[in-house]
């Protein structure tokens, strides 16, 4: 079965510094893993996914994530935070057969200290 | 394109009553889905439709049905509301087994049950 783990249910950086939001996956089969972000009182976007085809992915706004087989973790970066950032962010793993289900992590909010 | 839409977008009601709440994609896509938001949770499944005219449970379907009406509308109906069901309802969309498969989410619904 597949499970998420997102390490901190809250991060504080200040602006400019890194970000780093962590995410541990169990899968049994190959993952594919996703990031999203969720503004306050919007639904969720998606910042980006990892499909096998490399293991450093990017995504928008200036975010890259890591796939560490060894590990079995995806974590999030971004080297240099902005206000705008602040938001929260989902963590998440297609689950198995081919119905396209999410399972998704307890979720991170990012706070931005000016 | 409007991507996936939502109705309403706030709702209060009181124990017992009945409610369906509403979602249309307009990118032709074949999978959509139901999630529930609540604080330290991150999103539950409740149900999804892998394909017109299939539906499945997901992991927290008590409470809840769906209809998928047709291949762009999936409705969540709480047949007697329960203040548990108090929660913030997320519905999605995917083009399921394409290279573009990542899910879409609408705005949300704000369900508040007393």
């Known amino acids: 079965a597949q499970s998420v783990t997102q390490l901190g249910s809250h991060v504080s950086v200040s602006e400019g510094a890194l970000v780093l939001l962590r995410c541990n996956y169990s899968?049994?089969?190959?993952?594919?893993l996703f990031w999203y972000v969720q503004y306050p009182n919007q639904g969720l976007q998606l910042l980006l996914k990892y499909t096998s085809a490399a293991t450093l992915v990017k995504g928008i706004n200036g975010f890259e994530a890591e796939f560490k087989k060894s590990e079995t973790s995806f974590h999030l970066t971004k080297p240099s935070a902005h206000m705008s950032d602040a938001a929260e962010y989902f963590c998440a793993v297609r689950g198995s057969g081919n119905t396209g289900k999410l399972i998704f992590g307890q979720g991170t909010t990012l706070q931005v200290k000016p | 394109n409007a991507g996936v839409t939502q109705t309403p977008k706030f709702q209060v009601l009181k124990t017992g009553q009945s409610m369906t709440l509403q979602c249309a994609q307009d990118?032709?896509?074949?999978?959509m889905y139901w999630y529930r938001q609540d604080p330290g949770m991150g999103l539950r499944l409740i149900y999804y439709s892998a394909s017109e005219g299939t539906t499945d449970k997901g992991e927290v379907p008590n409470g809840y049905n769906v209809s998928r009406l047709n291949k762009r509308e999936f409705s969540l109906r709480l047949e007697s509301a329960a203040p548990s069901q108090t929660s913030v309802y997320f519905c999605?969309?995917?083009?399921?087994?394409?290279?573009?498969?990542?899910?879409?989410f609408g705005p949300g619904t704000r369900l508040t049950v007393l």
């Open positions: 990118m032709n896509h074949n999978s």
């Open positions: 899968s049994s089969v190959p993952p594919y």
């Open positions: 999605a969309s995917s083009d399921t087994g394409t290279r573009f498969d990542e899910q879409f």
